[in-house]
């Protein structure tokens, strides 16, 4: 819950800071100018992952998401996994067509309505976050998988031009808290149901002794253990992603001020700075959510049961 409100504070912070500044719209030209510009490796990538996030891919995943479920007959995750997806995706609509409103404040800045935050961005990282909750131990492997291509969408929106770079860190921002949200909201469940589960299994052994079939002992709550390589894999994108949100930190502080709009050298460095920003950021969420567990309901064995 504390991560949840964190991403929101940083969010309301963001649009503060991007949309009502003219600091901020600035660095935000700034940095949109050198992702126009920039024809490296990483503009290239980028624009093709933002060249998947369609509706009807988004579809595709939502469905293996759905589908992944069902097979794994968790049907407890439908109801979090569709409010994270509406949640985020509608949070977004309001911010940008209801809250949010930008003016120019300044020279140089472009003239277009409020895009903040970026759908295109919302989209693409909810969609992965449900495949990977859905996935169970799969979610190892998808985990990374997932991050590298959420980031590279977030940053092809900058590469194609439809997005300005706030928009996309806000839109990472924001499935964030309401991933955080709802891991929260499962747990504090789960701990109900533990509570509950652990005062039946005391009557339900009373019944045993008396005679019940031992198939009538209620599920009990147990905090799963996390997995060497579930734990590896966190770590390792926990350290990727605190390096680059550093990197990126560094790279946009150490920009020599006023900013000059039109310098190449600014605009490709805040520009690969941005992009570290929004990798790292990526990388450091997927980290915690492999690392933030709930209990999972199961039946007692039988050798464990009481004849």
Not at 7 to 36: E, H, M, P, Y
Request: charged share 10%; hydrophobic share 55%; proline share 5%.
């Amino acid at each position: 819950m504390l991560a949840a409100a964190v991403c929101a504070a940083i969010t309301a912070l963001l649009a503060q800071a991007s949309v009502n500044t003219a600091k901020g719209q600035r660095l935000d030209q700034l940095i949109f100018s050198g992702a126009q510009a920039d024809d490296g490796a990483l503009t290239r990538y980028a624009e093709v992952a933002v060249g998947t996030v369609s509706v009807p891919v988004m579809a595709v995943l939502l469905g293996i998401a759905l589908v992944l479920v069902l097979v794994r007959r968790e049907f407890s995750l439908l109801l979090p996994l569709a409010l994270l997806v509406a949640g985020a995706n509608l949070t977004t609509q309001v911010l940008k067509h209801l809250v949010v409103v930008r003016d120019v404040l300044g020279p140089g800045i472009d003239i277009t309505p409020n895009s903040f935050p970026s759908g295109h961005t919302t989209l693409a990282a909810a969609s992965m976050v449900a495949v990977v909750l859905a996935s169970g131990r799969a979610k190892v492997l998808l985990a990374p998988i997932g991050a590298l291509w959420a980031a590279a969408a977030g940053i092809g929106t900058l590469v194609v031009g439809w997005h300005r770079p706030s928009d996309a860190i806000g839109a990472i921002v924001i499935v964030a808290a309401w991933t955080f949200l709802v891991l929260a909201l499962d747990a504090l469940g789960s701990r109900r149901r533990f509570a509950r589960a652990q005062a039946l299994a005391g009557t339900g052994r009373g019944r045993r002794r008396l005679g019940a079939p031992a198939s009538d002992a209620p599920a009990v709550l147990t905090p799963p253990r996390t997995g060497a390589a579930t734990t590896a894999v966190a770590v390792l994108l926990g350290v990727v992603g605190l390096g680059a949100l550093a990197l990126g930190a560094a790279g946009i502080v150490g920009l020599q001020l006023p900013l000059d709009l039109q310098d190449p050298a600014q605009q490709s460095t805040s520009f690969l700075a941005t992009a570290a920003l929004i990798a790292g950021g990526t990388a450091s969420w997927m980290a915690l959510v492999l690392i933030l567990r709930t209990p999972t309901s199961h039946r007692s064995r039988a050798a464990e049961r009481v004849p």
